[in-house]
């Protein structure tokens, strides 16, 4: 084939389908429309697309993001519960200053009979709390709400797979006894002024301090702070690499948290990290003075992180009943189901090349959750509905086959798959072998979160102290390329309600393009 006519062809195809997309419908694009191009014949068509809202499920919950909260959702009309555990991430290096330079004591350095010495068992922490970092707050970030932190028991074990409906306190991970802090909080900080909490380098973040006394093998410590800080001192007199990493800090010294809500609603987060920060008073060697330092663990994805949510199946229930629209609601709710009609696409066009196959979904509105209008997910997979699970499980990426990624179009209010043609050749192999199973045919739309890394170009240096993190970057121009590396469900709150279902006016169709050699 000459390669300038086959370039100009692809050229055609794809000037065709920009005339196409612009209209509300494609009904104009018929059998009839055809191009012949020297020796390729090009035709267009659409076919009707059947939909049905159905149940996702639990799916998995392993991520570097959690939910924490309690809200309404207006659509059904019952409550959304997320709570999450996390395990912490230790950096390497060391995690606090020299044993002597500690002036954290109890009894008070300056009462010590020896200060040239400091005896582990006399080390404190001034200060100890866990911050958490919620975002995408969804409802009234000031409604107060009670919250409890637990200790876990026993860590929770890493290389298996945890689904969103994982209960720690059924599994007997969490120590209910006593939780480490119980209060009453608002996702916003409340001690900061407007001003403040406007600008553009401000995080929002609540801390929940850790001031009770904290008891470990019949032993009473000052705060969970001072224990671990203790703790760090014994495995490096004992080197006993309890602090080693994450993995033997979680087994040897602190299991990790349990988070949740049990009274109040009207707020949900997608919680961006969770840390624990130490306090302390320590003495620089290059100071004349007393400073005070922290150190903070992380909870991250670097470490074993489960989201637990809590819905209404019923209540769920009669969305997917509603023939009127589809539906798409995160976490763990629903997703929209697609029945591909391949047959009628390829009859007629066996021997042809199906080059291009594009659908949009166009969103409706919505009721939303508690205090907001309904936000759409950001992304979309189209994947065989059989494979929903294992594409998850499998930790699988789009591939132009099977899997197929769209991003919400806020000035359309749509989602859009420019090209799918690799499914429907897949589905059609699977028919003409013999290996089509009862679905063979349907797609699922599920929405999901999409993690990226960027590389850039110049020069990037990261700085680490003890206490603190700084990350700088060099200057002078700079280029990045972004990866799509994690494909997962959907965790935060989004909800959209999509044309479709059994109402004959607003029905979606695929507009699918074929090229065949002239005879």
């Known amino acids: 084939m000459n390669r300038f006519k086959f370039s100009y062809i692809l050229i055609f195809v794809a000037a065709l389908f920009c005339t196409t997309s612009c209209d509300e419908t494609t009904d104009n694009i018929g059998a009839g429309l055809a191009g012949n191009m020297d020796n390729f014949i090009i035709k267009a068509d659409s076919f009707l697309v059947q939909s049905q809202t159905q149940l996702l499920g639990a799916v998995q919950s392993r991520s570097s993001k959690a939910n924490l909260g309690c809200i309404r959702d207006y659509d059904t009309g019952s409550i959304i519960r997320g709570s ?21 004591t109890y009894p008070a350095f300056d009462e010590l009979a020896d200060t040239t010495h400091i005896a582990i068992e006399q080390v404190i922490s001034d200060s100890t709390y866990i911050y958490v970092v ?56 409340q001690t900061v002024d407007s001003l403040t909490a406007s600008s553009d380098s401000y995080t929002s973040i609540f801390k929940i301090p850790l001031t009770e006394a904290y008891e470990k093998d019949g032993v009473t410590y000052k705060n969970l702070g001072t224990y671990i800080m203790q703790s ?3 495995s490096k007199r004992d080197n006993n690499g309890a602090f080693n990493n994450s ?72 969305l997917i009943n509603d023939n009127s629209c ?8 629903l997703y929209t189901e697609m029945t591909i009609p391949v047959e009628q696409i390829m009859l007629g066009h066996e021997s042809d090349s199906l080059s291009k196959a594009k659908i949009t979904l166009q969103c409706m509105n919505s009721n939303g959750f508690e205090g907001n209008t309904y936000k759409a997910p950001s992304y979309v997979m189209m994947i065989p509905s059989d494979s929903v699970q294992t594409f998850f499980n499998e930790k699988k990426l789009s591939n132009g086959r099977t899997a197929f990624l769209a991003s919400y179009n806020s000035s359309t209010h749509s989602y859009t798959f420019d090209n799918f043609a690799g499914m429907i050749a897949y589905m059609h192999n699977l028919k003409q072998s013999g290996q089509a199973g009862e679905n063979w045919n349907k797609v699922a739309i599920v929405p999901v979160a999409v993690n990226t890394t960027s590389t850039a170009s110049n020069n990037s240096s990261y700085f680490g102290g003890i206490y603190s993190l700084y990350y700088g970057y060099g200057g002078g121009s700079s280029s990045t390329s972004t990866k799509i590396t994690a494909i997962i469900p959907e965790m935060s709150l989004y909800s959209a309600k999509l044309v479709g279902g059994a109402n004959p006016l607003e029905q979606t169709r695929i507009s699918v393009v074929y090229t065949k050699m002239s005879e």
Do not use: C
């Open 232 to 234: 760090y001192y014994k």
């Open 134 to 189: 919620p975002t995408n707050i969804i409802g009234d970030s000031l409604r107060p709400m009670h919250l409890n932190v637990y200790e876990l028991k026993k860590p929770i074990p890493d290389g298996k797979t945890y689904l969103s409906d994982f209960d720690p306190i059924k599994e007997g991970f969490v120590n209910t006894e006593k939780p480490l802090k119980s209060m009453i909080f608002t996702m916003s900080d």
């Open 247 to 318: 993995n033997t800090f979680a087994h040897k010294v602190f299991p990790g948290i349990y988070v949740t809500i049990d009274n109040g609603e009207g707020a949900m987060a997608t919680v961006a990290g969770t840390g624990m920060n130490i306090g302390f008073r320590y003495w620089a060697s290059d100071s004349t003075s007393r400073l005070r330092g922290h150190s903070t663990i992380f909870g991250t994805d670097e470490v074993l992180q489960t989201t637990r949510v809590e819905t209404n199946k019923d209540a769920l229930q009669a």
């Open 84 to 104: 999450y555990t996390t395990q912490f991430f230790i950096l390497e290096g060391d995690l606090f200053p020299e044993l002597d330079s500690i002036r954290s």
């Open 326 to 333: 589809t539906y798409l609601k995160s976490p763990a709710g």
